[in-house]
């Protein structure tokens, strides 16, 4: 078997996710052949079709690559504080991000063409919110009107998502942690009380 950019020591399976991974990336789904993934794999063509049937498969698997943006919320939220808790979560974010740049990248990218994609990043946008509700929720120690939490944790989360869809244009620099944004709302929850 031919020598890989992926190493002969990971399993078949393995180097053509990564093949296919670096090829839709550079060169985009469409105009990847399995021929190619196949070639980079260092693997026969016909294997590549053994595990993916459709190489929409091969999207689909690399979809569930993505890192678990789940966070318990113990680990970020500082109890009064929604400023400092929203910023540690939105750091852990971007520490899981920056793991998958490249896999991010390319599925932002595919998400216009493959429906599968498309529904994945909603169900992913959906825990976002979810998630920062749970946070500023805790950090608030229930004194927050719901209606702007809800409201706040979707405007986080499009501004958390919106900077990781264009993450592989901002160079080697660290993300800005967004702190006159989670300030903003940090602040504006916190001027108006829940009704009693």
């Keep these: 078997m031919a020598r890989t950019e992926h190493g002969d020591d990971l399993p078949a399976k393995e180097r053509i996710l990564r093949a296919a991974e670096d090829l839709f990336a550079e060169s985009g789904f469409d105009a990847t052949p399995t021929s190619r993934i196949a070639e980079r794999a260092g693997v026969p063509k016909g294997l590549v079709h053994y595990y993916f049937r459709r190489k929409a498969d091969l999207l689909t698997a690399l979809i569930k690559r993505l890192p678990d943006e789940q966070i318990d ?114 602040d504006a929850l916190m001027a108006r009380p829940a009704p009693g």
Aim: charged share 25%; proline share 3%; hydrophobic share 50%.
């Design 73 to 186: 919320a113990a680990w970020v939220v500082v109890p009064g504080d929604i400023a400092e808790s929203l910023r540690r979560l939105v750091s852990e974010l971007d520490a899981r991000l920056a793991r998958s740049r490249m896999l991010s990248h390319l599925l932002w990218r595919e998400a216009d063409t493959h429906r599968a994609v498309r529904d994945a990043l909603h169900d992913r946008f959906q825990q976002l919110v979810r998630q920062v509700r749970t946070v500023i929720i805790a950090a608030g120690e229930g004194d927050l009107a719901v209606a702007d939490v809800d409201s706040a944790a979707g405007l986080l989360a499009l501004a958390v998502s919106y900077r990781h869809s264009v993450a592989r244009h901002a160079g080697d620099d660290p993300p800005d942690l967004m702190e006159r944004e989670l300030n903003f709302i940090a």
